[in-house]
């Protein structure tokens, strides 16, 4: 069985972890106007592999990701000083990084595709893709799990790069609903919207496949 985060999943709630994070690092931000510099290195050890983790399932590209993680985190550090608490900082960070990887992929014009180590087990599709899989042994198994990868990418491929952007922030990282809204500077509404039709298109691509 492969080991499982998201895809075609549940939704998510805030918690008050969440909360509790967001005042940790309006702390430490709080340290890096005031002066203290090196301040600035908790906080990117606390989301570089989150941000890169984004960055890739945008880009599918490790070196893409890399630099754009890296560009992030400069653009986020020179910007410090306007951050002004309208929201947490890793929903500020994410959207500076968002919006590197959507230029990039503009100027590029590259296409995200999901990696099957991110099917959650207890996802409706996902639950089907892993028996088929644990139905599977030796060969066949990595061909199927070599097929399936190209669906999924087709199936990606087939999305706009804001509503692949929408799934990846949803499904990848857990983002709430508000919060891919507050990065992608749009309406809980339209949030729910891509969400429905991204799960839509990806279950029509996925289903006749899976079942064979």
Known sequence: MIEATKILGKALVASPERRQEADADLEIVRLVQAGDVAAFDRLIGKYRERVYGIMYNMT???????????DA??????????????????????RIAVNSALSHLRKMRLRSF???????????????????????????RDTYVRELQEKLNDAMLKLSTKHRTVVTLFEIDGLSHQEI????????????????????????????????
Request: with cysteine; proline share 2%; net charge negative.
């Open 73 to 94: 985190f400069i653009k986020s550090f020179q910007s410090i000083h306007r951050f002004g608490e309208q929201s947490s900082f890793f929903t500020w960070l994410y």
């Open 114 to 140: 999901f990696s099957l180590e991110r099917i959650d087990s207890d996802a409706p599709v996902s639950k089907e893709i892993i028996a088929a899989l644990t139905d599977k042994t030796g060969v066949d």
């Open 181 to 212: 809204a507050d990065v992608m500077d749009c309406s809980v509404g339209t949030v729910r919207s891509r969400l429905h039709y991204a799960k839509q298109l990806l279950q029509s691509e996925l289903q006749p496949y899976i079942r064979r």
């Open 60 to 70: 599918s590209n490790r070196e893409d990701a890399a630099d754009l993680t890296q």
